[in-house]
């Protein structure tokens, strides 16, 4: 029961990942594509403002899924690090990366430093999610085992590429609906308009990825693709189909109090839904959760020292997040959202 107890914290703390950071890889998605110097100035600009107050405290929760695997559950840590220590190196790279592009563009005064440093964060805003997508989809395909080596096909799979291109689409979701807010909040109309059609193109982009993931699914990661259509996971699998339903009707009503909780929800009853189609494994269909599993002590101790981080960390973030939603850390001045409108701005 507490290997059970340790393990659905684990898939709790990737679902809050998953969330909380895919929102920023969302918003640097966007940043990729918002167009050259001129035209990108404004979106861009709501970027680094909606980003500054919290972007470096959303990896505390990937920081707390690694802790919990090496801890928790060792042999699955050592089986998903040998076999898939290339894309978890890319991920790294683009996590070390993204965040000195985003600390060091602002600052910069001459425009080609802004490019340069811009460009390794919107890119690398991309390339993380995928890579961390992969892994997830070679974990779910049954191609991870214990004393697994490392090889491309662990990732370079048609469920793991799938897997990586929904995580890209489901961030840029993410971060367009909280973009929305965040411009609402600020004062800039011509924005508000212009990530809603963003966050509805992404959300098309989910739709149409998770239908090509079905059939795909169905032979390459059979046990999990059953899991996903019977029981609590075709239950949860509904919830997130239903949550982001809501939240496009939410958008195209220019209701946007409610379209964060529900994009949250619709990604994390996704994360969930995953974390019901794998049980009892945590590396389908060779590993369940009692026999990687750490020794009972460990066990006890990490969910001990897992609830004090709760109670002493979990506050203090929810106070972080309330106090950015409210507008409350980094206030946006005119001059910031007074450049040109653009062409398609509007739906």
């Not at 972007?55 to 060792?74: C, D, K, R």
Request: proline share 4%; with cysteine; aromatic share 10%.
């Amino acid at each position: 029961m507490m290997a059970d107890l340790i393990a659905w914290v684990m898939v709790l703390a990737i679902a809050a990942y998953v969330c909380a950071g895919g929102t920023d890889y969302g918003a640097g998605f966007w940043d990729l594509v918002a167009g050259g110097a001129e035209r990108g100035k404004r979106p861009r600009r709501l970027i680094d403002h909606a980003m500054a107050p919290v972007w470096e405290a959303n990896n505390v929760w990937l920081i707390f899924v690694f802790i919990i695997m090496w801890t928790g559950f060792p042999t699955m840590f050592q089986a998903v690090f040998e076999a898939m220590w290339l894309p978890l190196a890319l991920a790294a790279v683009g996590l070390v990366l993204r965040g000195a592009g985003f600390a060091l563009r602002k600052p910069s005064r001459r425009l080609a430093q802004r490019r340069v440093y811009g460009a390794a964060f919107a890119i690398s805003s991309l390339l993380t999610p995928f890579f961390l997508g992969t892994v997830l989809g070679g974990i779910a395909s049954g191609r991870v085992a214990v004393r697994t080596t490392a090889s491309a096909d662990a990732w370079a799979n048609p469920t793991s590429v799938l897997a990586g291109l929904l995580a890209i689409a489901a961030t840029a979701f993410l971060g367009a609906v909280f973009l929305c807010s965040d411009a609402r909040r600020f004062g800039a109309d011509e924005l508000v308009d212009y990530f809603r059609l963003r966050a509805l193109l992404a959300f098309c982009a989910v739709v149409v990825l998770a239908l090509i993931a079905l059939p795909v699914t169905h032979s390459d990661a059979r046990y999990v693709w059953q899991g996903l259509t019977g029981g609590w996971g075709l239950l949860l699998t509904v919830l997130a189909a239903v949550c982001g339903l809501a939240t496009v009707l939410l958008l195209l009503r220019r209701s946007y109090g409610w379209t964060r909780y529900t994009s949250v929800a619709s990604v994390a009853l996704a994360v969930g839904a995953w974390g019901f189609a794998q049980r009892p494994f945590l590396l389908p269909t060779s590993l369940t959760v009692a026999q990687a599993a750490g020794a009972a002590h460990t066990l006890r101790w990490l969910a001990i020292v897992t609830l004090i981080a709760i109670v002493l960390v979990g506050p203090a973030l929810v106070l972080l997040y309330r106090l950015d939603t409210m507008g409350e850390l980094e206030p946006l001045t005119d001059a910031d959202t007074r450049a040109a409108r653009t062409p398609g701005d509007n739906l």
